[in-house]
Structures are given as structure tokens and as C-alpha cells.
């Protein structure tokens, strides 16, 4: 079993504590540890094999989740069994209310296991950085209320599977002419985004050079483009996260408040504390687009960031 790595601070009892799930050894944190960090939010990075059967039994206290991505499905369990673990405790962390954000991957495993649909080689792919559209109820959520002034978002995407339906009750926020579903909550505290806030221009030097030239894109081009938005992918990333952050604060307030042992009751708090965190800001009406599905493939791995 791989120790779980973490972030310590000079005073680990009066700050809220994240629990990052990384699912392949690829799949890395990045930008997420120094971030959360910087927003008071302390951080250990737990790896998907040494994931516990229980919410309880993570590195604690836990008063927020991220699920990161990584190639593979949801359901991939043949090739990762410790998948089946991870949609356990999503479940777990969802039905509690502790806040969670699910990035590509980890999006998927949410949509999967809450009744959405997640599709393989779907016809959605992405690489590189891509333009996200905010919908209307963006506007008031508190992950990404924060960016409604942005006629667009910037985002590095890598993927080939995608989520085809989403949730019964799942909050539509983003979208983009080639992927209709880049963002969605569920709830007041669990968050789903296609895209990888935490990944840097950078990041992309390091990508399959011939994987992305058998798909029709030029690694060259896609980094030169990356770099180009980088700024203005780092700033809208990083409100991103600290909306993130603002939401996990607010949990760990609640839970403080609440005292140990008190169970449903701390998660009341955290579904009141959310609401609360909701920014007031308005956005203009975005018109979700459409994208072609590809039904009844079978499963395949997902690209890795």
C-alpha cells in the first residue's frame, strides 16, 4: 500500500481537510495541492489502489472530496478493481453531503453512479485547450458562480468517453459545440466537469505524441495553442478552485459546529452551508449545443491528461 501523501500545514486542526483520489500514476494533482492550499484547505492525496471500503476509514477529517481522471471507464473494474471501491464511497460522500468534485473521470463515476449515462469513444473527443460555454445556472452555483462574468471558460480537456445523459435532477452549468456536458451539479455539494482545471499548458509536452497524431491532432499545435490561453486558463481555473474550496470551508465550519457523532446532522449543516456560500452574480442565457453519441460501443480506456 502507497502512504498517502500529504500537504501539512503549522496548524492541521483549524483547516478543512481534502482527500485527492488520483486513479492512475498519469493522472497527477498538478496545480490542485498548491491551490487548495492557498485557500486554506489542506490537502492528502490518496492513491486508487489503497482506496478504503469506507468514508470513514479515509485520512480524516474529510470535509471534501476530488475525484481526478485517469484512462478508464467508470466500470472498468477488470482493469482497475479498485474502481468498485470508488463508487462506493462516492455514493457514500454524496448521500453524507460532503462536498465533492469529480474531474473527467471522476465526473463520470458520479454521473455513473446517480443514473446518468456515461458513453465510451462517444464521438465527443477533445484534446488540448477547448472553449466552455457557462449556461444560466451557472450564474448562482457556488463552484462556478464566480466566473459568470466570462463570455467563455478556457479549459484543457483529453478525452474520448463522455457523459451522454445527465443524472435525474443534475444542474446543467456548461457546455461546448463539441462535448454537451462539461459541467453539472448534483445537490448542493457534488460537482462534475469534463474538463481538468488542475491541468497546466505544460502537461501537454508530455502527451502520446502518436496517440494524438492517430487521432487527427498535432501535439505541436495543441501546446503552442495551450500556452497562448495559459493566463486566462489559469485564472479562470483557479476561481474555479477556490469556489471549490469556498464550499469545503463552509462543510468544515458546519462540522465543527455540529461536534462529533452527530451524523445526519453535520450533513444538514454542509447542505445549508453550501447554499449559503451561493454567489448572487447573473450571467447571460448560453444555448446548449448538441453533440453526436455513439450508442452500444464497447467500453474503452479514457485518454489521460
Request: charged share 20%.
Amino acid at each position: 500500500m502507497t502512504r498517502p501523501q500529504t500537504h501539512p500545514t503549522t496548524s492541521p486542526q483549524t483547516r478543512p481537510h481534502v482527500v485527492l483520489v488520483q486513479n492512475t500514476a498519469r493522472s497527477r494533482p498538478a496545480r490542485l495541492p498548491g491551490w487548495l492550499a492557498d485557500e486554506q484547505v489542506d490537502v492528502t492525496v490518496v492513491q486508487g489502489p489503497d482506496l478504503p471500503d469506507r468514508l470513514a476509514d479515509l485520512p480524516g477529517p474529510v470535509d471534501g472530496i476530488v475525484l481526478l481522471g485517469g484512462g478508464l471507464m467508470p466500470d472498468d473494474d477488470a482493469r482497475a478493481p479498485f474502481l468498485a471501491r470508488e463508487r462506493a464511497l462516492t455514493r457514500e460522500a454524496i448521500a453524507a453531503g460532503v462536498p465533492l468534485l469529480g474531474i473527467c473521470l471522476g465526473a463520470q463515476l458520479v454521473a455513473a453512479v446517480t443514473g446518468g449515462r456515461v458513453t465510451p469513444r462517444s464521438g465527443e473527443t477533445e484534446r488540448g485547450s477547448c472553449a466552455i460555454t457557462l449556461l444560466d445556472a451557472a450564474a448562482a452555483d457556488p463552484v462556478f458562480g464566480g466566473l459568470a462574468g466570462h463570455a467563455e471558460l478556457r479549459m484543457i480537456e483529453n478525452h474520448r468517453d463522455s457523459i451522454t445523459a445527465l443524472p435525474p435532477g443534475a444542474v446543467h452549468l456548461a457546455t461546448s459545440p463539441a462535448c454537451r456536458v462539461q459541467a453539472f451539479r448534483l445537490g448542493d455539494t457534488t460537482w462534475g466537469v469534463q474538463f481538468h482545471p488542475e491541468v497546466p499548458a505544460e502537461r501537454l509536452a508530455t502527451w502520446d505524441e502518436s496517440d494524438l497524431a492517430a487521432g487527427g491532432f498535432d501535439r505541436a499545435a495543441l501546446l503552442e495553442a495551450a500556452r497562448a490561453d495559459a493566463p486566462v486558463n489559469t485564472a479562470q481555473a483557479r476561481a474555479l478552485v477556490g469556489g471549490f474550496a469556498a464550499v469545503v470551508r463552509a462543510a468544515a465550519a458546519a462540522r465543527a459546529a455540529a461536534g462529533p457523532g452527530t451524523g445526519e446532522r453535520a450533513a444538514s449543516g454542509r447542505h445549508a452551508a453550501a447554499a449559503q456560500a451561493a454567489p448572487a452574480a447573473g450571467v447571460g442565457a448560453a444555448r446548449a449545443v448538441s453533440a453526436p453519441r455513439a450508442a452500444g460501443a464497447s467500453p474503452t480506456a479514457a485518454s489521460r491528461p
